[in-house]
């Protein structure tokens, strides 16, 4: 199941929900109408470090020798 954001066409309630495929109908909590638009939604990436913290110690390691 994955979560997606949606906006009711009728009375423009944005929501999520848990939808189990793109098959499945989703009607808006607010007003029960069954027409929505899925919204897009930020991307999360998962991981330790972000790219500043990578950027800024890449500079830390021991010389290698070459140029």
Request: proline share 4%; aromatic share 6%; with cysteine.
């Amino acid at each position: 199941m994955r979560l997606y954001e949606f906006r009711c066409s009728k009375c423009s309630h944005e929501f999520e929900d848990l939808v189990r495929s793109d098959q499945e109908i989703v009607a808006c909590p607010q007003c029960g109408h069954p027409s929505v638009e899925r919204l897009l939604s930020a991307v999360r990436r998962q991981g330790g470090r972000n790219e500043a913290t990578a950027a800024s110690s890449a500079g830390c390691a021991a010389p290698s020798g070459f140029s």
